[in-house]
């Protein structure tokens, strides 16, 4: 049996990205803005101590930003990406899996929960990150190839 992309018998860990860029609880809005632009991430995990507490997407970023529209200075809307804590603005109650559970128990979360990402962790220990944008590599991998995945 050909061990390459079988999606039946593939795991997280054969299509997450290790070791995902991250934050501390302690920074702002403004430092999550400034990572997400510059690394053209869509979600960072939010860590305290060392342990995953949270995620914050660019979802999340836009649904607390203040709109152009409301006449502010342009100090007084830096200020709000200055002074806002990302605590205040990412998602406590995370959905999360193991880098050996099946990826379709992973397509499972994210399609019935309407998750953009999936933490991937080890114990208590943030291993990877799975995105839907994985998930659309796994899809792609299964059609291009679509013979490996009859085998078994």
């Not at 809005?29 to 995990?45: F, G, K, Q, T």
């Not at 836009?62 to 205040?88: C, H, W």
């Not at 943030?126 to 991998?141: E, F, N, Y």
Request: glycine share 6%; hydrophobic share 40%; proline share 7%.
């Amino acid at each position: 049996m050909a061990e390459s992309k079988q999606l039946g018998l593939s795991r997280v860990r054969d299509y997450m990205t290790p070791g995902p860029q991250t934050l501390d609880i302690r920074n702002t809005l403004l430092d999550a803005v400034l990572m997400l632009r510059r690394l053209e991430l869509r979600h960072i995990p939010i860590l305290e101590d060392g342990r995953l507490v949270g995620i914050l997407t660019d979802r999340d970023v836009g649904r607390v930003a203040p709109s152009m529209l409301m006449g502010l200075s342009p100090q007084d809307y830096n200020r709000v990406f200055e002074d806002t804590p990302i605590s205040k603005v990412m998602t406590r109650n995370l959905y999360s899996t193991t880098p050996e559970a099946p990826l379709a128990e992973a397509v499972n979360l994210l399609y019935n929960y309407k998750l953009g990402c999936l933490p991937v962790l080890e114990g208590d220990r943030l291993v990877g990150i799975i995105t839907v944008s994985d998930m659309l590599r796994a899809l792609h991998d299964l059609i291009a190839n679509p013979d490996s995945s009859e085998q078994g």
